[in-house]
């Protein structure tokens, strides 16, 4: 079905970041047919909707996620990432598809109220005799109706092999790379206009092994998927790599084979002007995740220096445990605060951080000719947020509503041309079910945690 936005402000992020005070955006057959200034003309046939007072954005794309973790929420709200690791691990090794199924919808629909078209979600606990948790995932963004780029992560290294995680939380390294590989070719979708591609995430190098580590690499190649894991999030996670291997965790990393261009890491905190220009040189992206770090305490992301050495960085959520926003649209205006709180009032402009949120986060997924922004040709995977309430009404500027102000609501939200938010609610599902589901699932998993 022809849809026809009319009469409202409009930010393209195209190559020139064109922008509308008054735009029209003409989507057709799931892809994106024209965009323009002023209103669409009366000959263009089509469903009719007036953005007046609201401005069209290209979907947001978040580049770091764990799904699972919106059942986790609340949880060693004052402890630093690897304190938090290990007051939680043993919760999580109890999760069973259930508890996936229910915080992958709650997770996802929140995703979609605060703007996001496309998601990944970095799933790493597969406990024995649980049922299908991969796939668990898989079905919630099938009904929640966002496109969705899961990668199979994994854990092999246990306490008993210096790691971090409980053994009763991680996986045989054959075990993994056969599950791996089998998720890929059950799901991945190569197509452009895919709305489910699989990525391969061993999760970080404290909990997996150098093997593990090598041979996803060798495997995601194989496949020609995508690799992503947690790359030097923390100082602690720096002090070990140095001790244990002699170099820093992006070195590590590069020697086992993991940098470039089909490779997006989360976090990259703690970096050398020598490790950034390596990212850069190789292509490996990066997903900044400013509230989690923030939230841990681990430091702050060298995003200005990462995007002047030429590095693709997105914009992650992370997961929800440490994160209980769980929302995406308030992560642009923390990357602009803690960007210029790191690197003073240049550190970031308020339409890099759209750009990060939408065109960085499509090149962390591999998927920057489908989808991130406005243009013709493009996925029509498109959002429109109301400023004309009493949060954002009359402001100068329709990014800065955006960015700086409140987190606006989203009153449309197509992905691929389909309406997964329509005057401002949820189509797909009931958000009222879903929290009713979550509930009792966190209420479930919570039982015997130390808060
Ligand atoms: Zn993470």
């Known amino acids: 079905m022809r849809i026809v936005f009319t009469g409202g402000a409009v930010a393209t992020v195209d190559g020139h970041d064109t922008e509308h005070d008054t735009g029209h955006v003409v989507v057709d057959g799931g892809r994106i047919v024209a965009v323009g200034a002023g209103d669409a003309p009366d000959s263009v046939a089509g469903k009719r909707i007036d953005t007046r007072g609201c401005l069209v954005t290209p979907g947001l794309v978040n580049a770091h996620h764990h799904l699972y973790q919106w059942a986790y929420r609340g949880l060693a709200t004052d402890s630093t990432l690897f304190e938090w690791l290990v007051t939680l691990y043993p919760a999580w090794t109890r999760m069973d598809a259930d508890v996936v199924h229910a915080a992958s919808v709650a997770g996802l629909a929140r995703l979609a109220l605060t703007g996001c078209t496309t998601s990944t979600d970095h799933h790493y606990l597969f406990p024995a005799g649980r049922g299908d948790l991969f ?65 391969v995430a061993p999760c970080s190098p404290f909990s997996v092994s150098s093997r593990l580590l090598a041979d996803s690499a060798e495997l995601a190649r194989r496949y020609g998927v995508r690799l992503h894991t947690h790359l030097a999030e923390t100082s602690d996670e720096e002090r070990q790599c140095l001790a244990e291997h002699g170099c820093t965790p992006t070195e590590y990393l590069e020697g086992l084979g993991w940098l470039g261009g089909d490779v997006w890491f989360a976090h990259t905190v703690h970096l050398s002007a020598e490790n950034i220009k390596r990212l850069a040189a190789t292509g490996s992206a990066t997903a900044h995740c400013p509230s989690s770090n923030a939230r841990l305490g681990a430091g702050t992301s060298p995003v200005r220096e990462l995007l002047d050495a030429g590095t693709p960085v997105g914009l992650g959520v992370d997961g929800p445990a440490s994160n209980e926003d769980g929302g995406l649209v308030t992560e642009l205006r923390q990357a602009v605060l803690t960007a210029r709180g790191r690197g003073g009032p240049t550190a970031m402009r308020i339409r890099e951080a759209l750009r990060l949120a939408t065109m960085g986060g499509a090149r962390c997924l591999g998927r920057a000719d489908d989808i991130g922004s406005l243009e013709v040709g493009k996925l029509a995977d498109v959002a429109v947020w109301r400023i004309d309430d009493l949060a954002h009404a009359d402001i100068a500027d329709p990014v800065a ?39 009792r699932q966190a209420a479930r998993m919570r039982e015997g945690v130390d808060r």
Do not use: K, N
């Open 401 to 439: 509503a955006l960015v700086l102000g409140a987190a606006p609501a989203v009153d449309t939200l197509l992905v691929g041309g389909d309406p997964v938010i329509e005057h401002g609610s949820l189509r797909t599902v009931s958000a009222a079910d879903a929290s009713r589901a979550l509930a």
């Open 135 to 199: 796939g668990a995932g898989i079905a919630a963004a099938a009904q929640v109706g966002l496109r969705f780029h899961p990668t199979r992560g994994s854990m092999d290294r246990g306490t008993s092999d210096g790691g971090l995680p409980p053994d009763e939380a991680v996986e045989r390294t054959d075990d993994i790379l056969a599950a791996t590989a089998e998720a890929i070719e059950r799901y991945h979708d190569p197509r452009p206009d895919a709305m489910l591609r699989v990525g």
